[in-house]
Nanobody
Framework: QVQLAESGGGLVQAGGSLRLSCAAS????????LGWFRQAPGKDREFVAA????????FDADSVKGRFTISRDNAKNTVYLQMNSLKPEDTAVYYC???????????????????WGQGTQVTVSS
């Protein structure tokens, strides 16, 4: 059974940094994408970044390019989201998710992901 556990959220001032972690267990797929999404109150879930477990390709949303970096540690089965230059508009619950579908129409669509963590709150104060 696939389980994802996020950690590392918290309260930070604008301009600060946080590193989120997503620990994956029970993953038996040979090829999959692990993505980060976020959801602010009253808003739809938004794609942030994703990484291919097989070839390490990464994908970033325009809103976080140059500020956020996704990376992985194979030995720990963990994916990280390093968030720098945080802004108040980055405030949200951040979720990690996995898709192992053979065909992914768009990696930015949350409906393409089948396994989700419980989320971790990130609050950026101005």
């Amino acid at each position: 059974q696939v389980q994802l556990a996020e950690s590392g959220g918290g309260l930070v001032q604008a301009g600060g940094s946080l590193r989120l972690s997503c620990a994956a267990s029970g993953v038996t797929f040979s090829r999959f994408l692990l993505g980060w999404f976020r959801q602010a109150p009253g808003k739809d879930r938004e794609f942030v970044a994703a990484i291919s477990w097989s070839n390490n390709s990464t994908f970033d949303a325009d809103s976080v390019k140059g500020r956020f970096t996704i990376s992985r540690d194979n030995a720990k089965n963990t994916v990280y989201l390093q968030m720098n230059s945080l802004k108040p508009e980055d405030t949200a619950v951040y979720y990690c998710a996995i898709t192992a579908r053979a065909t992914v129409v768009r990696i930015t669509l949350s409906s393409m992901y089948d396994y989700w963590g419980q989320g971790t709150q990130v609050t950026v104060s101005s």
